[in-house]
Nanobody, 124 residues
Framework: QVEPVESGGGLVQVGDSLRLSCVASGRTVSSYGMGWFRQAPGNEREFVATISWNGGSTQYADSVKGRFTLSRDNAKNTVYLQMNHLKPEDTGVYYC?????????????????WGQGTQVTVSS
């Protein structure tokens, strides 16, 4: 059992930065691939970024590539999503999730454990 808990969301201006954190409880968290997804009102949940169990591999959605950076600290059971140059279209609820696929995955259905989400609002 893995329980992700997100934090760090908020209201920012266009071009600002935010860092989201996800602390995941569970004895074998370090063996899980982790991912971030987001959902805007009226839209389906979409992939943002994923990271492998050891942090050696990451993958990003085209819409955030070059602006967002995903990292993890297994000693702290924590995953960080650094978001720079934020745009209004980045607005949404951001969810952290854990998958048994150790390399991570961009596919929503491959994640077994989900956090409650944290709101990110980018105002123009």
């Amino acid at each position: 059992q893995v329980e992700p808990v997100e934090s760090g969301g908020g209201l920012v201006q266009v071009g600002d930065s935010l860092r989201l954190s996800c602390v995941a409880s569970g004895r074998t968290v370090s063996s899980y691939g982790m991912g971030w997804f987001r959902q805007a009102p009226g839209n389906e949940r979409e992939f943002v970024a994923t990271i492998s169990w050891n942090g050696g591999s990451t993958q990003y959605a085209d819409s955030v590539k070059g602006r967002f950076t995903l990292s993890r600290d297994n000693a702290k059971n924590t995953v960080y999503l650094q978001m720079n140059h934020l745009k209004p279209e980045d607005t949404g609820v951001y969810y952290c999730a854990a998958t048994g696929y150790g390399l991570g995955s961009p596919v929503t259905s491959e994640y077994e454990y989900w956090g409650q989400g944290t709101q990110v609002t980018v105002s123009s």
